[in-house]
């Protein structure tokens, strides 16, 4: 029986590289997507793709249930991927800002996996991946909003994977750094939308680091979206899968810092890079 698999977020970067990846190694795949015209446009390209909006929580039921229609109420696999960022300091960010994300990078995940849990556990087993995010476990200065959201996620999935023992269900997380992707575009819109920098106190920190913020130069680590397909893969296919992918050098080292620092020195590293 073919193996079938739910990844969100699939208009571009990594979860239109992942749905490509997978169905060319003989999985269905269904390619959700926010928008309908972006739906639309991954049918043409050969995939099934349901809409499925986090913040559109009806979409989430009836992306679901499109899903389940067609594989006959079985899922093997759900790749929870579709999340943004909110670049600002925590003083200038609104709290309906906090709440807005929460629900495009928690709340919505959260609902969508519990939908999922059920249909696994009817069938005996089945992989929940989680893509969250090197500022997951070691936060920056200026992401706070999505620091919070992907803090939340890591503590949310920790607390899953021990609860899901013995059921043959895995909740696995991949812990990406810098990724060619629209990231940083979306989040500059975001920023646009939410940010009242010019009336902030620390104005002259945003317009000193505004040409970073707007900047489209790729990172000396960042890597393609490939790196993360392949960690998903292994997720998915294997037999024993990890219950943490670091994917990049910056996730690497950040890790290794976290335990060999202080909290002290760690902040002081991190706040001047």
Same mark, same amino acid.
């Given at each position: 029986?073919? +193996?079938?698999?739910?990844?969100?977020?699939?208009?571009?970067?990594?979860?239109?590289?992942?749905?490509?990846?997978?169905?060319?190694?003989? %999985?269905?795949?269904?390619?959700?997507? !926010?928008?309908?015209?972006?739906? /639309?446009?991954?049918?043409?390209?050969?995939?099934?793709?349901?809409?499925?909006?986090?913040?559109?929580?009806?979409?989430?039921?009836?992306?679901?249930?499109?899903?389940?229609?067609?594989?006959?109420? !079985? &899922? /093997?696999?759900?790749?929870?991927?579709?999340?943004?960022?909110?670049?600002? &300091? $925590?003083?200038?960010?609104?709290? /309906?800002?906090?709440?807005?994300?929460?629900?495009?990078?928690?709340?919505? %995940?959260?609902?969508?996996?519990?939908?999922?849990?059920? $249909?696994? +556990?009817?069938?005996?087993?089945?992989?929940?991946?989680?893509?969250?995010? $090197?500022?997951?476990?070691?936060?920056?200065?200026?992401?706070?909003?999505?620091?919070?959201?992907?803090?939340?996620?890591?503590?949310?999935? /920790?607390?899953?994977?021990?609860?899901? !023992?013995?059921?043959?269900?895995?909740?696995?997380?991949?812990?990406?750094?810098?990724?060619? #992707? !629209?990231?940083?575009?979306?989040?500059?819109?975001?920023?646009?939308?939410?940010?009242? %920098?010019?009336?902030?106190?620390?104005?002259?920190?945003?317009?000193?680091?505004?040409?970073?913020?707007? #900047?489209?130069?790729?990172? +000396?680590?960042?890597?393609?979206?490939?790196?993360?397909?392949?960690?998903?893969?292994?997720?998915?296919?294997?037999?024993?899968?990890?219950?943490?992918?670091?994917?990049? $050098?910056?996730?690497?080292?950040?890790?290794?810092?976290?335990?060999?620092?202080?909290?002290?020195?760690?902040?002081?590293?991190?706040?001047?890079?």
């Amino acid at each position: 029986m073919m +193996r079938s698999i739910l990844i969100t977020g699939c208009s571009t970067g990594i979860g239109h590289h992942a749905a490509h990846a997978l169905s060319a190694r003989g %999985w269905q795949v269904f390619a959700a997507c !926010r928008k309908a015209e972006d739906c /639309d446009r991954l049918q043409s390209e050969g995939l099934l793709s349901p809409r499925i909006d986090y913040e559109e929580h009806n979409t989430i039921a009836s992306g679901l249930t499109e899903v389940l229609e067609v594989t006959g109420g !079985r &899922l /093997d696999a759900l790749f929870n991927n579709g999340a943004y960022a909110i670049p600002g &300091l $925590v003083e200038d960010l609104p709290t /309906d800002a906090l709440r807005t994300i929460f629900e495009a990078n928690f709340f919505g %995940w959260h609902d969508l996996t519990r939908r999922c849990l059920p $249909v696994m +556990r009817a069938q005996g087993h089945g992989r929940i991946v989680q893509n969250s995010s $090197v500022l997951g476990f070691a936060a920056a200065p200026w992401r706070g909003a999505y620091n919070a959201s992907k803090f939340a996620l890591e503590g949310l999935t /920790d607390t899953l994977r021990m609860e899901l !023992r013995g059921t043959g269900i895995a909740a696995i997380l991949i812990e990406p750094g810098p990724i060619t #992707s !629209r990231f940083r575009a979306n989040a500059r819109d975001q920023f646009e939308k939410w940010i009242d %920098w010019k009336s902030s106190v620390r104005r002259a920190d945003y317009e000193r680091l505004m040409d970073r913020l707007y #900047s489209n130069a790729t990172g +000396r680590f960042e890597r393609g979206p490939e790196a993360v397909t392949r960690a998903l893969i292994h997720a998915v296919e294997s037999s024993r899968p990890r219950a943490r992918y670091r994917v990049t $050098v910056p996730t690497t080292l950040a890790m290794a810092m976290k335990r060999a620092l202080t909290t002290k020195a760690a902040d002081r590293v991190v706040s001047n890079s």
